[in-house]
């Protein structure tokens, strides 16, 4: 299915047919359904936080590693060049590629293993449910709702980010061993979680994992975990690599390591344009909705681009993801979200009173309410916090 450059094809999500929003509100004159999703993304609080919120390192290591808020920018990035290669609606996958991460409480991931196991006993934390309530609840901007009132594709394709939810018969799927998040549950819109999601949404949902591979890369040999010799046994990055040699062979450190993630990014980018052009050709859909009710994902990259993928993600996990000074930091840092959290349930006081007992009108739990809270805050200031409540506090370095 061949599609011009700069037209919209069938199977795009179109911004004037919208499913809507869950509270009415009149046209823009200037802007389009999607545009203004993601007018609103970049406008919110939580957006901004984003910038002082870790993706491997924490906010004081560098300014030049990767944060949340940088990361999600240049998910954004690639988003809209897969959208703009395949005849996508670029304001919603870069709407999606924007809000992916709003979530994502401090210390990433190590954060999230903390909320998850200290609300446990009240349907755990899952950062893609607590994007959800961000941007359906938590957000509190506007006079006559709470969050920011999201088009219906734009809240389908972040509940969605990680594909279907449930199987046909309405199973949840392995990765929700507790059932599926009480925030996702509870928003009251169909959005049919056996299904995939848009275009739009898969499109920024594999940005995300390109962005991921090039720049953790970038990362990691910034501070040092690993070599750029030790790239050489990962098949894509190492003929990468001898290809910049051959055409390069006195080129600076800081110029190669840019050539090599600038040149992963094309290829990848390049990979899904191809591959996914294959898929929608072979399917042929004539709606987002035929999209939706595909047995695949459409965006996709080729077999081959996929175990490149797992390839660099093999390398990355023990050397970066699990080396002993990430473990340690990141123990560390959950050990700080684990006591913020039990002191704020018996010193509920200590939280600002806007978070005090808010959640009795609303129906959210005390437990909630404190994940919520200690979800919202940034690397900085939840160890701001514990060096105010505690005697002792990890520096976290």
Sequence with gaps: MAIEAGARAPYASDPGRSRGRVHAEPADPARNAFRR??????HATAFRRLKYKTQVFVFHEGDHYRT????????AQIARSLARA?????????????AHDLGHPPFGHAGERALDAVLAGHGGFDHNAQTLRVVTHLERRYPEFDGLNLSWET???LVKHNGPLTDRAGRPLER????IPPAIAACGADFDLASFASAEAQAAALSDDIAYD?????????????RLDDLAEVPLAGRILADIGTRYPQLEMQRLVHELVRRLIALMIEDVTAESARRLAALAP??????????EPVIAFSPAMAEADRAIKGFLY????????????????????????????VHEADMPAEWQGQGAADGTSRERRIGDFIAGMTDRYALGEHTRLFKTTPELR
């Design 86 to 98: 395949l005849g996508l609606d670029e304001d919603l996958a870069e709407a999606l590629a924007l």
């Design 214 to 226: 090039a720049h953790d890369i970038d990362d990691g040999l910034r501070a040092e975990l690993f």
């Design 37 to 42: 999703d993601c007018d609103r993304i970049i």
């Design 68 to 75: 949340r808020l940088t990361h999600s920018l240049e998910v």
């Design 286 to 295: 004539r709606s987002a909705d035929d999209v939706r009710r595909a047995g």
């Design 318 to 345: 023990p050397r970066m993801y699990r080396h002993a000074r990430i473990m340690r930091i990141m123990g560390e840092a959950e050990t700080v979200v684990r006591e913020l959290f039990a002191h704020y349930a």
């Design 176 to 179: 929700y061993p507790r059932g």
């Design 155 to 157: 809240l389908e394709g």
